[in-house]
């Protein structure tokens, strides 16, 4: 059967919201799993071609798959957006078995950042007093020691609907070895989010190793990224979660964020070697002069609100944020990965296997870039090949 229309389904959640705030996280799932890992998209919104887009035209995913990204699509933007938007005709890629639907054409204007700073400062005493009255009627189990990490953004799907989502996994399904951020937007536009799951996910190790459950192995954590994190406004961070006018003042601070919230492996897609070919390609929301800008005159200012297509290509005299160079976003992504890999996380470096890149020069930067890794660390730069090269497909 066909899904329902969007329209009735976000009238559905929203009715079903304001009966029972918690009600809305039962109707619709914000979480696929392919085989032993947990997915989860945190955002529809991307900073620049979303990677899903970057594997081709034929690119193809479980129904199951596109049925969560419509889900999280529908719920953070007005319904206008999904009109036409996901179609459940198959690719041609099928199987006895798995229902494959090609990847629908991404239409959502590029953003910069997800959230209205001046807005949510006004809002974010509300919220935490909310967050407090949770605490208090928790009992002692995962539930309860996921909700200390957690303080609402602005966005949907919420913080909690995301984390009750991911508590529930890890509770019953014993063969989860993995969980993974991952989806059609870029998950460090919501770093308050990500890090709420992290902490979830490293809450849960603990209590395994605290009941000395020695039949389970600890859950990992990966995050899977465009490496883009550095040109994002507050680096993501929403004003909700602390002072983050003030911080932070360093960019390694976010990394020690995560490393602190049990992210250890990093997958960062760096696509090709060529910095002004990666413009091409990639079209950065970051005013470098590539993609589709959404700047302060743009209604929304890129938030779950931004519902206009008027985008430009040029960064708005009146932004508070300076120019970039061409180039200035592939520049950023690398030092981005050795940041990482000198802090000591696992990072993979990935790339489309298009006709036009020059595998030999990615693979020799990606094997520059990993080796300021620490001494004891420096598996992947060993191998034959450093890329994970993933398929194109016209």
Known sequence: HRPLSATILLSTIMAAAAASPHSTASILRF?????????????????????????????????DVVDVLRNVRMIENSPGWMNGAFSDESSGRTDSSVHKVAFPEYDLPLVTSLYNYQDEIKSAASTSAATSNNNSNDGNNIQSMKRIHIQEDSIQPSIEMLVDQVAAHLEHDLDIHEVCIAGEGEPTLRMDALLAIARTVQSFNQQQQQNDQQSRKQIKFRL????????????????????????????????????????????????????????????????????????????????????????????????????????????LICEFIMDATKLGMDVEITGV????????????LARLLLSVAPKNKKGRVGRRSVVRWRPYFE
Do not use: W
């Open 31 to 63: 979480t696929y799993q392919l085989g032993r890992s947990i997915y989860i998209p945190l955002t529809s919104r991307c900073n620049s071609v979303p990677l899903p887009v970057t594997r081709g035209p034929g690119f193809a995913l479980n129904s």
């Open 224 to 331: 899977i990224t465009n490496g883009l994190c550095y040109i994002i406004p507050h680096l993501g961070y929403s004003n909700n979660n602390s002072n983050k006018i003030l911080l932070p003042k360093l960019r390694y601070t976010m990394l020690r964020d995560l490393i602190d919230a049990g992210v250890s492996r990093l997958s960062v897609a760096l696509n090709t070697a060529n910095r002004h070919e990666y413009d091409v390609l990639m079209q950065p929301a970051c005013y470098t002069g590539g993609g589709r800008i959404l700047t302060d005159d743009d209604t929304g200012g890129g938030g779950t609100n931004a519902n206009t297509s008027d985008t430009t290509n040029n960064a708005s005299s009146s932004s508070p944020y300076p120019p970039m160079m061409p180039g200035t976003a592939h520049d």
């Open 353 to 364: 296997d298009r006709p036009e890149i020059d595998k030999v020069e990615m693979e020799r």
